[in-house]
T-cell receptor, first 117, second 112 residues
Framework: AQKVTQAQTEISVVEKEDVTLDCVYETRDTTYYLFWYKQPPSGELVFLIRRNSFDEQNEISGRYSWNFQKSTSSFNFTITASQVVDSAVYFCALSEPSGGANSKLTFGKGITLSVRP | ETGVTQSPTHLIKTRGQQVTLRCSSQSGHNTVSWYQQALGQGPQFIFQYYREEENGRGNFPPRFSGLQFPNYSSELNVNALELDDSALYLC???????????FGPGTRLLVL
């Protein structure tokens, strides 16, 4: 069975600090996708990034960067120069075949990030 | 481009009642997935609909059922509500063979 572990439950930083959110996954599939979603207090899950299992190239998008390492089954997310608006719950997710047209997502328990002014 | 919408936003029911939640997919997306998110937890996959048929199901009992309509919108029905059904119910839409799912704002259900 697939599993996503987000060992950190809550992180609190002061604005402008850098913060890294950890994600470790387990899967027997050779082809899979990893995701990060952001969930602000409103509840809607906002898609941030998708990575497939064949692409270990790290990515930077503005203040966000992602480090994917298959050797350690990790897909970590770093926010540089954090801002108060970054305060939210962040979920790492892994896709697995659902038997349907699309894969289903297996989510970790989420990391609550609080950025203080 | 219209995103995923869900209704109602909040709902209060009593144990044993039935509830219907609604979802309109993002424009052009013909696959809809439903997730249940209990407080403090990550979302759990309930089922997925494609071409108006259930096409993949998670570990949820048969009293959780759904429909998809020709315009790709979807309903989640829950019969014989239990207290543990209190949760945020999220709908996500996607294109077939497109791995990224886009989520709506959710419906918060409270069962008393």
């Amino acid at each position: 069975a697939q599993k996503v572990t987000q060992a950190q439950t809550e992180i609190s930083v002061v604005e402008k600090e850098d913060v890294t959110l950890d994600c470790v996954y387990e899967t027997r599939d050779t082809t899979y996708y990893l995701f990060w979603y952001k969930q602000p207090p409103s509840g809607e899950l906002v898609f941030l990034i998708r990575r497939n299992s064949f692409d270990e190239q790290n990515e930077i998008s503005g203040r966000y960067s992602w480090n994917f390492q298959k050797s350690t089954s990790s897909f970590n997310f770093t926010i540089t120069a954090s801002q108060v608006v970054d305060s939210a719950v962040y979920f790492c997710a892994l896709s697995e075949p659902s038997g349907g047209a699309n894969s289903k997502l297996t989510f970790g328990k989420g990391i609550t990030l609080s950025v203080r002014p | 481009e219209t995103g995923v919408t869900q209704s109602p936003t909040h709902l209060i029911k009593t144990r044993g009642q039935q509830v219907t939640l609604r979802c309109s997919s993002q424009s052009g997306h013909n696959t809809v997935s439903w997730y249940q998110q209990a407080l403090g937890q990550g979302p759990q996959f309930i089922f997925q609909y494609y071409r108006e048929e259930e096409n993949g199901r998670g570990n949820f009992p048969p009293r959780f059922s759904g429909l998809q309509f020709p315009n790709y919108s979807s309903e989640l029905n829950v019969n014989a509500l239990e207290l543990d059904d209190s949760a945020l119910y999220l709908c996500a839409s996607s294109l077939p063979a497109e791995e990224t799912q886009y989520f709506g704002p959710g419906t918060r259900l409270l069962v008393l």
